[in-house]
């Protein structure tokens, strides 16, 4: 009877954790997206379409859009790094920001990202957040 009881509350709290992340995110403004090994869209959340106009199931199965990292002014930081070469490092990374090209016009994207490892340590994919920052960079 006891297991049975820590059971269901451990089920209700992973229940509690699910609702409390979804909403911070939905409250954030910012989506969320996994990408596999190979950097093709696993999983996208739904505040990708309102700001971008891109319907998230289409991109499911595609490859992230490489694209220069840009700095605050949206210039290409020197020494020139695209966002697929620092994905295939491997290493979590934060506030980087690309141009992505959208049916809502140019968007400036900050993306923040953790790599996801096996057991052994190898890298299976990548979680990640994104914002749109269009408004903050000129």
Same mark, same amino acid.
Request: charged content about 30%; hydrophobic content about 40%; glycine content about 8%.
């Given at each position: $009877?006891?297991? &049975?009881? !820590?059971?269901? @509350?451990?089920?209700?709290?992973?229940? %509690? %954790?699910?609702? !409390? *992340?979804?909403? &911070?995110?939905?409250?954030? $403004?910012?989506?969320?997206?996994?990408?596999?090994?190979? *950097?093709?869209? !696993?999983?996208?959340?739904?505040?990708?379409?309102?700001?971008?106009? *891109?319907?998230?199931?289409?991109?499911? +199965?595609?490859?992230?859009?490489?694209?220069?990292?840009?700095?605050?002014?949206? #210039?290409?930081?020197?020494?020139?790094?695209?966002?697929? %070469? &620092?994905?295939? #490092?491997?290493?979590?990374?934060? !506030?980087?920001?690309?141009?992505?090209?959208?049916? @809502? +016009? #140019?968007? &400036?994207?900050? #993306?923040?990202?953790?790599?996801?490892?096996?057991? %052994? +340590? @190898?890298?299976?994919?990548?979680?990640?957040?994104?914002?749109?920052?269009?408004?903050?960079?000129?």
């Amino acid at each position: $009877g006891s297991e &049975l009881l !820590r059971s269901r @509350r451990r089920l209700r709290a992973l229940h %509690e %954790e699910r609702a !409390r *992340l979804h909403d &911070l995110a939905r409250a954030s $403004g910012d989506w969320m997206w996994e990408l596999d090994e190979a *950097l093709r869209y !696993r999983w996208i959340s739904g505040q990708f379409e309102p700001v971008t106009g *891109l319907p998230s199931e289409a991109l499911l +199965g595609r490859g992230i859009d490489d694209a220069p990292l840009l700095d605050a002014q949206g #210039r290409p930081l020197q020494p020139p790094i695209t966002l697929t %070469e &620092l994905l295939r #490092r491997g290493q979590p990374f934060s !506030r980087v920001i690309t141009a992505k090209h959208t049916p @809502r +016009g #140019r968007l &400036l994207v900050s #993306r923040s990202a953790l790599p996801i490892l096996d057991a %052994e +340590g @190898r890298l299976r994919g990548w979680r990640g957040t994104a914002r749109d920052v269009s408004a903050q960079v000129d």
